[in-house]
């Protein structure tokens, strides 16, 4: 399978836990991107990166939240301090340069705080 | 504000033709992009509009008007699979911020 992929699919954490999830976008990708979504909304931006460099990251949610991406395959969102209202899917998609129009979606990864 | 508007929910009938529509209130950004999203799936692109006019991809057509501030996604010769929600979706031209709408739910009923 050469689409994204995500890791893990679900994770359940008590609050005030950190968690990190991994993203591995489509090996030609140069743009890649991180997106939250609630139940019944739209996919919500949070960053994006162009190889290794982050171009956005005013739209993470709180300082709570970082993102990397340190040889420009791969890539983690960090969560730390968990808190309930951070329950969602968190998804990840990848671009090829220039073409950010048209995004791969990963199959996300579903937080659950208790 | 910078928002795009969709209505919430959109119901027809196996074969039918349904349209989908997207308003938007800014001013300028690059395009406007429609995904569908099955229930526990990822979203998978449709179409993209950087130009105003018709784009036609199989049974799945888009438009876009930029005087009216406005779009939308044409879906023809309806099929049971094609029940899922639809965004539009475009990058904010004065920001990094690619924004989805609310989504359409389209229910296709036999």
């Known amino acids: 399978d050469t689409g994204v992929s995500q890791d893990p699919r679900h994770k359940i954490t008590k609050r005030g836990q950190n968690v990190t999830f991994r993203c591995d976008p489509i090996?030609?990708?140069?743009?890649l991107y991180w997106y939250r979504q609630t139940l019944g909304q739209g996919p919500e931006f949070l960053t994006y990166?162009?190889?290794?460099?982050?171009?956005?990251k005013s739209r993470l949610l709180s300082d709570r939240f970082s993102a990397e991406r340190p040889k420009g395959s791969f890539s983690t969102l960090e969560i730390q301090r968990t808190e309930q209202g951070d329950s969602a899917m968190y998804l990840c998609?990848?671009?090829?340069?220039?073409?950010?129009?048209?995004?791969?979606f990963g199959p996300g990864t579903r937080l659950t705080v208790t | 504000g910078q928002s795009l508007e969709q209505p919430s929910e959109v119901t027809a009938v196996e074969g039918a033709i349904v349209q989908i529509n997207c308003t938007y209130q800014?001013?300028?950004?690059?395009?406007l992009s429609w995904y569908q999203q099955h229930d526990g799936g990822a979203p998978t692109f449709l179409s993209y509009?950087?130009?105003?006019g018709l784009e036609e991809t199989g049974r799945f057509s888009s438009f876009l008007s930029r005087s009216d501030s406005y779009g939308y996604l044409l879906l023809q010769e309806l099929q049971m699979k094609d029940s899922a929600s639809y965004f539009c979706?475009?990058?904010?031209?004065?920001?990094?911020?690619?924004?989805f709408g609310p989504g359409t739910r389209l229910s296709v009923l036999p």
């Open positions: 800014t001013s300028g950004f690059y395009g």
């Open positions: 990166f162009q190889n290794e460099a982050q171009l956005e």
């Open positions: 979706a475009r990058w904010d031209n004065y920001g990094q911020n690619f924004v």
């Open positions: 509009n950087a130009l105003d």
């Open positions: 998609a990848s671009s090829l340069e220039g073409s950010g129009r048209v995004q791969y």
């Open positions: 090996s030609e990708h140069n743009r």
